[in-house]
């Protein structure tokens, strides 16, 4: 997700003063193919077996590549199957906390900080602790952090558990006969709009973050174009390439805009993208899984190096995000 002083993200600094993203360390899977019985860790392949009840997915509500799984999650059905954690949106220095939960302590890892469950499970570790991550609770070791697989496995090895949600249907969010139509997209959305402002916000050169800038709009503008004439990314359904779009696009205006410093043009003056957005937000699990208390104060109060006063802006109108009732988007 994000850092929080300098130092700790230097090694994530190119020598051109680029944005690097750390890789993943922890990238088991749980899988309807596991060797393993129920009760017991992976098999010889990194393959956890599936279990109700066994798995604990701790999120920041702040971060987009953990609200993926939030929202996934609730599409799915999947909420009496996966628990769910959620940290304090502010991170110290020892990063994320539990301080949500009574006496500060998630009330079923029994740990203070989601650090200790990475160093239970990797004692060497010196990166970054990230969210999402997928822990189970029986050995208290971390399955996944794997944020891109994560989402996708809960669409294809959780399916005996999906459950039907308001409108008496489970959402098919990552289609076999669309994927490799998909996988492009998802792949151009990560790197310039996902990943892209970060690069803008992160950035140390004026280069770096002009070049990023450069490509996170050009893209916002290719998919401005994409959606003139479509409903959502691949159609008429949302899919697993619009999860990840919408978490980015409904923190822009409240964080990239100005804290990222992505301000050609805000979200609410691309027409097609925010009819797509708010069309989205207005669905049940996706508007309703957006704390925007939790993102603009985890931007703002954690990013010191950015944000030194940590003064959290009062703007912008959240109001604009309700839709009429009674209307439609389209």
């Known amino acids: 997700m994000s850092t ?7 090694s994530e600094t190119s020598s051109r003063g680029e944005w690097v993203r750390q890789g993943n360390r922890f990238t088991d899977r749980v899988t309807r193919d596991s060797t393993s019985a129920p009760g017991e860790g992976p098999d010889d392949q990194g393959r956890w077996p599936v279990e109700a009840g066994r798995y604990r997915l701790v999120v920041s509500l702040a971060c987009p590549w953990a609200h993926r799984s939030v929202i996934v999650r609730r599409l799915l059905g999947l909420e009496d199957v996966i628990s769910l954690a959620v940290v304090d949106p502010v991170r110290d220095e020892k990063g994320w906390r539990f301080t949500l939960d009574p006496d500060g302590r998630d009330p079923v890892l029994g740990t203070r900080y989601l650090s200790e469950t990475y160093l239970a499970s990797d004692p060497d570790y010196a990166g970054r602790v990230t969210v999402p991550c997928l822990v189970d609770t029986v050995t208290g070791r971390v399955v996944t952090n794997d944020y891109p697989q994560l989402t996708l496995d809960l669409s294809t090895e959780w399916v ?51 070049e990023a800038f450069d490509r996170l709009f050009a893209r916002l ?3 401005e174009e ?18 990840r779009l919408f978490t980015t696009l409904v923190r822009f205006d409240a964080v990239y805009h100005g804290h990222f410093k992505c301000n050609r043009q805000k979200l609410t003056e691309l027409p097609n993208l925010w009819r797509y957005a708010r069309e989205l937000w207005a669905r049940p699990g996706w508007g309703d899984t957006v704390d925007l208390d939790h993102i603009q104060r985890h931007y703002y109060v954690t990013h010191e190096q950015l944000n030194p006063t940590r003064i959290v802006p009062k703007g912008p109108d959240r109001s604009v995000w309700t839709l009429p009732a009674g209307s439609s988007s389209r």
């Open 160 to 210: 005996e558990h999906h459950r039907p949600g308001p409108d008496g249907t489970v959402p098919d969010l990552w289609p076999a006969d669309e994927r490799a139509d998909m996988q492009p997209l998802i792949d151009d959305v990560y790197a310039d709009v996902n990943n892209g402002v970060y690069r803008c916000g992160f950035a140390t050169t004026q280069e770096a973050y002009e």
């Open 221 to 223: 503008d290719a998919l």
């Open 4 to 10: 929080t002083a300098p130092a700790q993200f230097a």
């Open 226 to 243: 994409r959606l003139a004439d479509r409903r959502f990314l691949m159609g008429e359904e949302p899919r697993e390439v619009d999860v």
